[in-house]
């Protein structure tokens, strides 16, 4: 079971760990401007920063749901390969935030693009589970060679 999973497990790793790279990035911008918590309001430059990490913050559950349901319903290699592209997009967020909140809108249109490209892979393949479990149907034989 864990061949099936393990490129999964890298990429949640990898996840998290850019998640506390983002959390340690407010902690720093905190101590450079004086914000002491629960402040939230500072200088533009502060502000971005704490609402960079917020935003990568609250997508990252959604991220996580749609990469294992990817993975073992789908294929856990291009899953993984979709998991990357997002984390390396979530990082081109959060730098293009901190450096203006124009840089930001590429990084998570695309970042976004890839969330839907995961939910798409997941209902296919959840969608042919079901229908192979419960029916008897293999809709991958019915596709021309």
Aim: glycine share 6%.
């Amino acid at each position: 079971m864990l061949d099936q999973i393990h490129l999964l497990a890298a990429v949640t790793v990898l996840g998290v760990l850019e998640q506390a790279y983002f959390f340690l990035q407010v902690i720093y911008a905190r101590r450079m401007f004086g914000i002491s918590p629960p402040k939230t309001s500072g200088p533009p430059e502060f502000e971005r920063i704490f609402r960079a990490q917020v935003n990568c913050s609250e997508y990252f559950p959604i991220f996580l749901a749609l990469l294992w349901q990817a993975g073992l319903f789908f294929h856990q290699g291009l899953a993984a390969a979709l998991g990357l592209l997002y984390l390396y997009a979530r990082y081109c967020y959060f730098m293009g935030y901190m450096a203006s909140s124009s840089e930001r809108l590429a990084p998570i249109y695309f970042s976004t693009g890839v969330l839907w490209i995961l939910v798409a892979v997941s209902a296919l393949g959840i969608l042919h589970f079901f229908l192979s479990h419960y029916m008897g149907l293999n809709i991958l034989q019915l596709l021309p060679a």
